[in-house]
């Protein structure tokens, strides 16, 4: 029987993937102009929104919670708050203004993988760009990271009650949500894929639990104030990670191989 890795195993972890796209982002410079040219004005206003909703429905809450939480009403009620502020600040902006920035910063980590000939079935590329995120081209085919859906929204609202639960009424409120948010996670590595959707419902159904964990993450991230915005960006660059690998998995098993980008890897930040 072979032996397990417990340093490989952690570090394949799916739930570990939105952190290492937040350090990966932030450690390679020619990412920082897609925060800057859409995201910062939105967190800005991100900000508002928590502001607003911490004034004046914060203290409401945390007495209306007291009966039965006690303490823990002021932790519960500022998960709530947040949730909250979440599910609006998504409503909102996420699906109207920065998918497009999202599915940039996926692609251009495909491209630094070595995933060029992936994402050229998508836009068009230019092999003299500076690096990943210049050479981005046009769109060939529709372009979008994560479908926005209602129905998401919908769960995201109707769970939020699960906070009343104390202690681990958050955990079950983000298990519940992971999935979902978790499993859109490759809607842009399927469609490059030219997987249809029976494919793609196949291949998210053979990583349910993997795809939940990263939602669950994602999920919590999303709950920092101000900071959401900047961390829809790095879990998007997380999940090309993670999509990275999977290509170059399944790229092997056809007898192909699949070498990191050099050039951008080894770009000085």
Request: aromatic residues 14%; hydrophobic residues 50%.
């Amino acid at each position: 029987m072979p032996s397990l890795n417990p340093v490989k195993l952690v570090g394949g972890a799916s739930w570990l993937y939105p952190i290492k796209g937040i350090f990966y982002f932030l450690g390679h410079t020619r990412y920082y102009p897609l925060f800057r040219s859409r995201l910062i004005p939105v967190t800005l206003l991100s900000f508002v929104i928590y502001g607003i909703l911490f004034t004046f429905a914060y203290l409401p809450i945390v007495a209306f919670l007291a009966i039965w939480h006690g303490p823990t009403a002021w932790i519960n009620g500022a998960f709530l708050i947040l949730g909250a502020g979440s599910a609006v600040i998504a409503l909102l902006f996420e699906a109207f203004f920065v998918d497009e920035t999202l599915v940039d910063t996926f692609d251009a980590v495909l491209v630094d993988q070595g995933c060029q000939e992936l994402v050229s079935r998508g836009r068009l590329l230019d092999e003299t760009a500076p690096n990943s995120v210049k050479s981005l081209g046009k769109p060939t085919i529709s372009s979008v990271y994560s479908p926005f859906s209602f129905r998401q929204i919908a769960l995201f609202v109707v769970t939020l009650p699960l906070s009343f639960i104390p202690i681990v009424g958050i955990f079950f409120f983000l298990i519940v949500n992971g999935f979902y948010a978790g499993s859109l996670a490759h809607y842009r590595l399927y469609k490059l894929q030219g997987l249809s959707k029976k494919e793609q419902k196949k291949e998210v159904s053979k990583r349910k639990l993997k795809y939940t964990w990263f939602g669950a993450v994602h999920l919590s991230l999303q709950l920092v104030p101000g900071l959401s915005m900047l961390f829809l960006l790095t879990s998007a660059a997380g999940s090309g990670l993670w999509a990275a690998k999977l290509e170059k998995e399944r790229t092997l098993t056809q007898g192909a191989t699949i070498q990191p980008n050099e050039r951008y890897e080894d770009e000085p930040v």
